[in-house]
């Protein structure tokens, strides 16, 4: 019986090459033990001038980024909706676990039931449980429970949190930082629809997860964080007129 030390402050123990817990339980790492590490060379170097030019485009890129509430129905293509979903995987996350599910409703009838669902829950949200603050606060973005974009965007996207998962043989597997890995995700998923020529909206539907989540046929372990429709805007979409904070308001440089 030999003590195997996993960090300074963090013991447990081996038997035949098995780590297990206090219990006796068998650990078992998610990546493969032998993971090999391989040289980086997807990154690109550029110099100074081009990092300037870029890192300056893109701002303005996402600058230019508005959240819409009004859509047009028109189709988007599947490849588009696939890419983005594909560059919101990219995000990191705590030890590679990846810990979203990204469901894809295009199908008309589906987005219906998604509206009915939301709509009478958010009824009661906004007369009941958000309370007099809340909606005085939300008064000039002049929003309601009633979601038109949930039917009229050709795509929603909803974004599940996996609070863990499972290792092939069946134990349960930690998730860690799952909540700040698919909020990180979102952001970069949010660029993408940007950068493709899409427009979203971040809406979080109050007490409608569980509901949700049953008619999406996902498991128990999946928390649904984040609701997005994404399109086109429509031809008189309005928007309200924000401004952003500048830098030396969002930053402090030592
Ligand atoms: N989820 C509701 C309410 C809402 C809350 C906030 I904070 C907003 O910035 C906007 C809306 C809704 O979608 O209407």
């Given at each position: 019986k030999r003590k195997k030390y996993l960090s300074p402050d963090q013991e447990a123990e081996v038997h035949e090459d098995e780590i297990v817990d206090a219990?006796?339980?068998?650990?078992?790492?998610?990546?493969?033990?032998?993971?090999?590490?391989?040289?980086?060379?997807?990154?690109?170097?550029?110099?100074?001038?081009?990092?300037?030019?870029?890192?300056?485009?893109?701002?303005?890129?996402?600058?230019?980024?508005?959240?819409?509430r009004f859509y047009s129905s028109e189709p988007v293509p599947k490849e588009v909706m696939e890419n983005i979903i594909r560059t919101a995987g990219t995000a990191p996350s705590g030890a590679h676990t990846e810990p979203w599910t990204y469901v894809v409703v295009g199908d008309k009838d589906l987005k219906a039931s998604v509206r009915q669902l939301i709509e009478e829950e958010e009824e009661i949200n906004?007369?009941?449980?958000?309370?007099?603050?809340?909606?005085?606060?939300?008064?000039?973005?002049?929003?309601?429970?009633?979601?038109?974009?949930?039917?009229?965007?050709?795509?929603?996207?909803?974004?599940?949190?996996?609070?863990?998962?499972?290792?092939?043989?069946?134990?349960?597997?930690?998730?860690?930082?799952?909540?700040?890995s698919v909020a990180i995700a979102t952001g970069i998923l949010i660029s993408a629809i940007q950068k493709a020529g899409l427009v979203t909206l971040t809406s979080t539907p109050l007490n409608c997860g569980p509901a949700l989540r049953t008619l999406l046929g996902r498991p128990n372990n999946e928390k649904l964080m984040i609701l997005l429709p994404v399109g086109y805007p429509a031809k008189d979409c309005s928007v309200p007129d924000l401004a952003r904070k500048p830098l030396d308001e969002i930053s402090v440089w030592f």
């Open positions: 219990d006796g339980a068998k650990i078992s790492s998610a990546l493969p033990e032998d993971l090999p590490h391989v040289p980086l060379t997807t990154y690109t170097r550029y110099s100074e001038k081009e990092m300037i030019e870029r890192s300056a485009a893109f701002y303005d890129d996402m600058n230019n980024r508005r959240t819409v906004y007369n009941k449980r958000m309370g007099v603050q809340w909606t005085t606060d939300l008064m000039p973005l002049k929003t309601n429970w009633v979601k038109e974009y949930l039917t009229t965007a050709p795509y929603l996207i909803l974004v599940f949190k996996q609070a863990y998962g499972f290792n092939p043989d069946g134990t349960k597997k930690n998730h860690y930082y799952n909540e700040v």
